[in-house]
């Protein structure tokens, strides 16, 4: 009993100490964003023609609505509510997507082979009881696929979004601390501020080849420091200028700002959105943490010091009402402004890391599941799975970063198109957490509808605002969105294409076994592993266990060698193995575990098959011909056993990869817009993609690629 107690002790000061170790590394990962927004957020409320209106009823109305934003979005929705809809762990809107894909057969992303259906068992805490709302909904889904179609729209929005914001947040975040400078030298030219901003973004992206565990290490304290030091400011001008500042709070001054300002006071409202940034990060970075190592951060540190800041600041600006486009800066005492300036501008790059790394979640996820061409994915822990670095998609956004900055310039247009990314995220996640809760957690459909009434309306609220600014720079993350969108869609259609023509034509299994002995090969020692993807299909979850990674069945009857995925040959030994691989959207593919761990798999089913004639051989023996059974049993073993050492001695030949090379193009009866889709634009994506065996990370030494034409 007492190695029992000290075994479950040393496990939770284990698990203690990993949670606080995470929750440290989330500061330099998750939270930069939502931590660097008091930078921008008042001179962006006050842009337009709320300047007009500088009294302190104004900026005590735009304190409330702040406060009640971060209270309402990141603490009470994200923090209490949607954190728990993790998809094993993975946060993001195909995460959300994944669990309604599995639970609710919501999705067009459908596996298409029965024995992937063991995933849906997989999260044993979600209730398997039934309410009259969750089959009423679940059988619309299945009747209308017009609107799954429309269900998977809204979730290529949302992940068009986040890339949109993966674009525009570093931009802004960086381009609004260096603009501090102009502070300290106001005779400084914009092109100076405008190339620091772009050596700090390259900066920021050369830095993400070293991965999310090593940056939030180096990440935190500079964002632990900003928070201190922020607060600590934040209380200085709550006390030296105006201690009234925390009647604000009340949601009293939220009606009376827009008493007086009208709607002038509801275009600000595209400025104030700005103080929840960085709160969809939070849930799509959950892959990298844990979900209670991001709450331990939030409300433990996060949020108390956001509060104290915007007081603080409206303190000062309530007093000093002139400093309105710079009232960050100015609100910092001058005996500390330059060690506060240079913290901001660490604390601005850190505030990049938690979009570009919610980023690479994301666009993993699309890839995994034919949403996204081919990528390189880099996993940069061996403790914390989900922690990814893809570079393909870090240089491509550094790109655009820049060219955002020196196509910009201003923080005001850049603001009126990072308002509206952000928001349309978190009201495509609002939408789908109407399902999860109606479909997936099985609550009653009041509460799902509740929570879509309180939290949309807030959050359409804001959207009205910075639609309204659509002109000012608002277009941009439409247009990207667009872009984004046309990608996705061509290169789900040109795989769902090429799938449909690999079923169609696909070789049966007698001719296959007809055209072996007939073709005088001469064989050699060996395993030949043979891939396709007619049979796999999709597998929407995040991690398959290794112990079910692996489908392995017989074929025929029992007295031919023939079973269920890869065809293993060698010399003496000849077995057709099907087996079906499963992985999941996070899974890593190691050739050479995936070599061994199907060897092993293959070898426990002859073990385990022969096992099962032994039991059917001695049923029959009671029946009589006791004798001449036992030897058929005996000779049995001796068959079985000598093919499981023929597969051990096939391994250690070698392993070979038959994979296709496929080219893939429209037939001559398709129409223009069809040829110019699936040759010119899906060709161009293919050709430009990672090949599927670099993807499976097959070793090129032993690669056999077969070519032939699709014509779909």
Known sequence: MDQESGATQDSRLKFYKTTLLLAYQTFGVVYGDLCTSPIYVYKSSFSGELQLHEGNHEIFGVLSLVFWTLTVIPLCKYMTIVLGANDNGEGGTFALYSLLCRHSRMGLLKSSHPEHEFVTCCDSNVSTKETRASLVIKEFFNEHRSSR????????????MVIGDGILTPAMSVLSAVYGIQIMAPDLHENYTVAIACVILVGVFALQHCGTHRIGFLFSPILIAWLLCISGVGIYNIFHWNPDVVKALSPYYIYNFFKKTGTAGWSSLGGIVLCATGAEAMFADLGHFSELSVRIAFTGLVYPCLVLAYMGEAAYLSKNRGDLQSSFYKAVPDAIFLPVFIIATLATVVGSQAIISATFSIISQCRALNCFPRVKIVHTSNNTHGQIYIPEVNWVLMILCLAVVVGFRDTATICNAY??????????????????????????????????????????????????????????????????????????????KKQAFELENKVSLDCLLRLGPSMGIARVPGVCLVYSHVTSGSLIVPKVPVSDRFHVSRIGPPELPLFRSCLIDSESLTLLILTTARYGYKDIRDSYAFETQLIEKISEFLKRDLSGEQMVVIEQSLHGAKTRRSRELRFQCQEASEDVNELMEAEEAGVVYMIGHTCVISNEASCILKKFVINVVYGFLRRNSRSPAASLGIPHAALIEVGRVYRV
Do not use: N, Q
């Not at 009434?453 to 959050?459: M, N, P, R, T």
């Open 419 to 496: 308002g509206l990314a952000v928001i349309t995220v978190m009201l495509v996640t609002t939408l789908l957490m109407f399902l999860i809760i109606s479909t997936v957690w099985k609550k009653h459909v009041f509460l799902a509808f509740l929570f879509v009434v309180i939290f949309g309306f807030v959050e359409l609220s804001y959207i009205d605002a910075c639609l309204a600014k659509l002109h000012k720079g608002g277009w941009f993350p439409l247009v990207v969105s667009a872009v984004v969108l046309s990608l996705m869609s061509i290169w789900h259609y040109g795989t769902i």
């Open 149 to 160: 179609v429309v269900l998977l729209l809204v979730v290529l929005l949302g992940t068009r």
